[in-house]
């Protein structure tokens, strides 16, 4: 463990395996809440178990029962979690089952990495696995910049900062995650890691894709995600004649207003799906011939380099992390975050088929080239190693 100057506490500290890590995240669960941040996990955890080490998967189980579980492919460790009552916020949610696994874990030479935000589950996990004296990596995810809010504010002087001045490192999203993490901790704990995604190996081309031309929406009906503002566009008289608009995810707010706009479409057509199962997420998104996130300031949404992946372009917000670089490689489209502009750019988009599988091949060898799983590791290995 360091003290509050990032030297290394020698009382405390006790050797750690690096071939052996817990993967905390805030909720386990079919649906994929918490989508983002769980998707890294597995994707870094099934590449670790490729290489030889010893991974396990812990969460909450917020609707099912706990219990020892394969999570897809991996190891897994579900505990019930509770909604705090006269809440339904997912981050109100708390593990105590969680909770006691993480410090019995921690007591051992067992690398945690925390997949940390402000949820209380994974929140009061890493706090719980440093202050036992774990060797604790806090991946951050784009979920904890700079807040606005005074209450928010309050937590991270609480309890974020007292996670980020005993954990052995923490991993940001976006460079100014990382100025936050630093300022917050008082030193220079905190580096930029990237997402990262096992690449296709072929491109997709419009294999599988059926003749209509689908433009889908896939992560949580929350408001910032946008899925309500595409059905209203979708809506619009004036939308392209024969596209169809298909918007999937757990609910999260929005999904009355989607449904809405369902009921007063005119031309176009609109399907909501539901929560899609977490190893359906690939041929969702490749059946798709557009995949469209309207959320302004996206830090770096996983669902983007998915749908990249399997040969789908991309429209996003402007404001978005990934926006400048997807356009410049010519795998996406922007628009400015009017309902005006994304009508036209989806208009322009879905008119050329073979103009968007050109781009959905772009946006293969970009993600192959930028964010593949294997250098991702790489990088977290030398953390991981720079942490003994």
């Known amino acids: 463990m360091r003290n509050s100057q990032g030297k ?3 009382s405390v500290s006790v050797s750690v395996d690096l071939s052996s890590v817990l993967h905390v995240v805030p909720q386990l669960s079919r649906d994929m809440d918490f989508g983002g941040p769980v998707r890294v996990a597995v994707n870094i955890g099934t590449e670790q ?3 030889g080490l010893k991974i396990v998967l812990a969460g909450a189980a917020i609707r099912s029962r706990g219990g020892v579980h394969s999570y897809l492919g991996l190891d897994a460790r579900r505990h019930r979690g509770f909604q705090l009552i006269g809440t339904s916020r997912p981050t109100l949610r708390v593990s105590p089952g969680l909770w ?3 410090a019995r874990v921690a007591r051992t030479s067992t690398l945690i990495h925390v997949h940390m935000g402000r949820d209380f589950v994974s929140l009061v ?17 784009g979920m904890i910049e700079a807040p606005r809010s005074a ?3 309050i937590l991270d002087r609480v309890a974020t900062r007292y996670v980020f001045r005993r954990a052995h490192a923490v991993l940001s999203l976006t460079p100014s995650e990382v100025e936050y993490a630093n300022r917050l901790a008082g030193r220079p704990i905190a580096t930029r890691l990237p997402n990262g995604i096992p690449t296709a190996t072929e491109p997709r081309g419009a294999h599988g894709k059926s003749e209509q031309i689908s433009v889908l929406f896939l992560g949580r009906l929350h408001p910032r995600k946008g899925a309500a503002q595409l059905a209203r566009v979708a809506a619009r008289p004036d939308f392209p004649p024969g596209v169809r608009v298909v918007i999937a995810g757990p609910d999260e707010g929005d999904l009355e207003e989607v449904e809405r706009y369902m009921a007063s479409q005119r031309a176009s057509t609109i399907e909501y799906l539901g ?10 998104m490749a059946e798709a011939d557009l995949y469209v996130l309207p959320a302004p300031n996206e830090p770096f949404g996983m669902t983007i380099l998915e749908a990249l992946n399997v040969g789908t372009p991309v429209v996003l917000h402007a404001s978005a992390v990934l926006a400048e670089p997807l356009e410049r490689a010519g795998a996406a489209r922007t628009f400015d975050g009017t309902d005006d502009h994304l009508l036209e750019v989806l208009a322009s988009a879905t008119a050329n088929r073979d103009a968007l599988i050109g781009m959905g091949s772009r946006g293969q060898t970009f993600v192959r080239d930028e964010y593949s799983i294997t250098k991702v590791v790489d990088s977290l290995s030398e953390t991981y190693g720079d942490s003994d």
Do not use: L, N, P, Y
């Open 151 to 153: 209450s928010i504010r």
């Open 125 to 141: 996990a890493a706090m719980v696995a440093v202050s036992m004296g774990g060797r604790v990596i806090a991946q951050t995810h």
């Open 100 to 102: 006691t696994f993480v």
């Open 49 to 51: 178990a490729r290489r």
């Open 275 to 284: 929560a899609i199962r977490a190893q359906d997420v690939e041929s969702v």
């Open 8 to 10: 290394r506490d020698a």
